[in-house]
């Protein structure tokens, strides 16, 4: 099953939206659970809530222009690769919990980048006046 464009991007901009406002409200508790620095874990919460901003302005347009959503699945692309860069780099010693937090935030990310990958055959080819 294959879903509509506009909803893939309404469910990541729910999902990113919520985790940017975890991370930002919360960042300071869990960067002592999860041993990573809170200037990363709040400026990843700010950048979420900036993408679930896009990612719900995008959905309330009439069709999703095919570019805008290729440009999404790249996007979501770059987050999983920075991620595992995170996760390599001697730049930050997160813990087990750190580790797995990293890793599973970058699977959910993922998995948008493969539902809205799969939702681009269905996208507006024309683009629309945006």
Request: glycine content about 10%; overall charge neutral; proline content about 5%.
């Amino acid at each position: 099953m294959t879903l509509s464009p506009r909803l893939t991007l309404q469910i990541d901009a729910l999902v990113s939206g919520a985790m940017g406002v975890l991370l930002l409200v919360l960042g300071g508790p869990l960067s002592n659970w999860l041993n990573l620095p809170v200037s990363l874990l709040r400026g990843a919460g700010l950048f979420a809530v900036g993408w679930a901003l896009l990612l719900a302005w995008l959905s309330s347009r009439t069709a999703v222009p095919h570019t805008m959503l290729a440009t999404i699945v790249g996007g979501n692309i770059l987050w999983v690769i920075a991620s595992i860069g995170i996760l390599v780099s001697d730049q930050v010693e997160p813990n087990g919990w750190g580790v797995a937090f990293l890793t599973v935030q970058a699977l959910a990310v993922a998995g948008f980048a493969w539902i809205q990958l799969r939702a681009l055959p269905h996208t507006a080819r024309q683009e629309p006046a945006i």
